[in-house]
């Protein structure tokens, strides 16, 4: 996908959002696989993202939707996790889907007295106060089987507000336990078995192998490794 320009006929006569083709994922433990046609526009000039949903074995999977684009309008991410949600929704054997909006209602970021209250073993009202929405945020994850971030590279890398989700929710003994005993590698994640779709969009292209900003996408690996931290198994992404 990257420097991929392709643009499909919208309804009106302007060009419709870039078809987009997200590899097929699959998830080990409730086998759910989610197929897209590889670059193929509807005739309404609508985003194909999810041409098939397709589960066997397992529980009925939950998504977790995380959009953390500025924009509320002529957002491309959004336009994206919006055709992903409408065919889950299609897809009656699926699970239900809890959004979480950042980008419109960013969490707070982290201070001296957040860590100190989440570090802390016997909290005072005030630090479980402090620590009531990074609980609630962390719930959601635990609740979910499939997340979908959908979010801008803002400045070659993640949004502030993505950051302050993410500050928020990787938390020692709640989503990781940390152990010295473990030596070089004292950080353990307490989930796991999660599948992550990373939905991203950029303002230039060149950012595959050998092209002219190899290695400038910071949001990629960044978004990558703290999802571990969620209980992620399995990463997948794609962009226009």
Known sequence: MHGSKTFSSGMDG????????????????????????????????SLPLLDSVEKSLGS??????????????????????????THWRHHAELGSITRRDVGTNPPPI???????????????PEQEGLLS??????????????????????????????????????????????????????LEPIYSGKMLVLLTSWGEFGFGPGEHNEGCDCLTPHVRTASRYLGVDEFNKDGI
């Open 60 to 85: 009925v999977p939950k998504l977790l939707r995380i959009d953390a684009s500025a924009r509320t309008s002529r957002s491309l991410t959004r336009a994206l996790a919006d055709q992903f949600a």
């Open 110 to 124: 982290v201070t001296e007295s957040w860590i100190a209250a989440a570090f802390a073993h016997d909290r005072t």
């Open 133 to 186: 929405l990074s609980d609630a945020l962390i719930a959601e994850i635990a609740d979910a089987d499939v997340i979908v971030i959908a979010t801008p590279m803002y400045n070659y890398g993640m949004p502030a507000a993505l950051k302050a989700w993410f500050d928020q929710v990787v938390r020692v003994d709640k989503t990781f336990t940390f152990d010295l005993a473990r030596g070089d590698a004292p």
């Open 14 to 45: 302007r060009p419709a959002w870039p078809a987009v083709h997200l590899l097929p994922l699959s998830r080990k433990k409730i086998m759910t696989r989610i197929t897209i046609p590889a670059r193929a526009a509807a005739p309404d000039g």
